[in-house]
């Protein structure tokens, strides 16, 4: 069972909370209780702009990416397992 | 007896509330009382861009979504049943 | 004595408060007290967008309409009549 | 002495106070005291829009007009006489 | 010395407080205690709207002007002479 | 050391307080401490609009400016001198 | 271990803390604590505007720059390292 999220909105499996190691990147800051950090599992079709035109979306499924602190609030349970649903805006950067 | 909705608005049924099946997919997060999940029985005829061009919605008749905390609010009584009234804006995705 | 609305606004005549029966469709929700349904009797030349462009209204003369729940606070007293002045933008949709 | 609005702005002289008869439109809700029915005595050059246009407003001198219950705070004193001056967009509808 | 505004500013010298005559336009409402009259003494380069073009102001050098309750804020010292300093968008109307 | 301000903030090297003079030019109202005018060193490449043009600033290095009462809250000390950063929106008028 | 930043966003590495010398260049105002000045060290494909077109941005790595007092809220650890992630907007100017 899949979520097809709408616009430029993207599905997030978020990172599981661990101890913070050497190499890890943990958002500290506002949001410290979990790691604002996850992998994108489904994208929207794209942004409408302005113009009518739809752009697609800078992420990518299985991109790991770093999101802002309230990006985290809206949930879904997916057989059994807890998604994210956030807007591409709310998404700071993907870790490379 | 029907409602058509005007431009981006959406006519939703809600899906009845049940107990948290393996599954199942129930939001969670900030709005727990009743499932923020339903089907789509009717869809205005799109939303008007600052272009003057309307587009067509994302959604379709039949789509099972997932729709944000507050978007069940607007509740109309047809033929003794009760339906929502939400933007396509407070959709989050269509269950695939 | 007639209101020519100004724009996208529009002028109707609220449905009469009744018992809820089997057929009917009652709007609940945030606003109970009086039925938010009623009959456009003027609408307005249309909305000017952005581009200068004058967009038609979608809603017409007899249409039976649902409303938003603070669409009803702006009444005119016409002819000793009570009638509605709002935005088609809160209007939900049209009862088919 | 006369008074030039500017944009889409309009100078109206508001109805004189008056017990409700049965043919006359007095604005009931949220604002009682005064009737917000007036005529219209000067119009502004138009309401300039985002591309530089300049849009003619729908009202005209000698209309007799509705207004919202805010649009009457602003007020000036010509020749001993009190007018109001307010944006077309506070306006809701014409007598017709 | 003079003050050259900016784009869609105005300089306004307002109108020296006096008794209330017959002939005099003063503006009451939420402020009484200085007269929003003045004479504009300089006028910026026009108002840059979205698409890049400026367009001149439609008040100009010599104008008397009723400018709304809260423009009178922002003064200057000129030579001794307090002077205020609007957008084109807090005055009413000219005085003709 | 030199600051490049992006866009179209401008650096302002505020005026020494001083009592006021009859020629000086001191901003009353709402900020009275310290003189809200000064000299401009340093302005960005323009401002970006909607359309994605960018717009050179009006005004330029060496212009005695007067500036809004919120404009001089961000400071940087450049080489023991404090100077203000502040967009070019914030700044009233030249002084010619 | 990098983060590249999405749209118009950019990674900062903060100037550590130190003593306020002659030549060096502190934000004071509102936010004294920490020096509100660092290091760019990873910017994002650019700022989609309204017409679509995406416009790169006017910082580039290795700019020694000047943020907001706000900009520096949401820190992401990397490899031990505190990062800062910021908007563009929020940079008031680059160091020359």
Do not use: H, W
């Amino acid at each position: 069972m899949n979520i097809r999220p709408l616009y430029d909105r993207v599905v997030v499996r978020r990172k599981e909370e661990e101890a913070t190691s050497a190499g890890g990147i943990i958002l500290s800051g506002s949001a410290k209780e979990k790691p604002n950090q996850g992998e994108v599992v489904a994208v929207g079709e794209g942004k409408v702009l302005d113009n009518g035109e739809v752009r697609a979306l800078s992420v990518k499924v299985g991109d790991q990416i770093i999101f802002g602190p309230y990006a985290g609030n809206n949930t879904v349970n997916v057989d059994g397992e807890e998604l994210i649903i956030m807007s591409e805006g709310e998404i700071f950067g993907v870790i490379a």
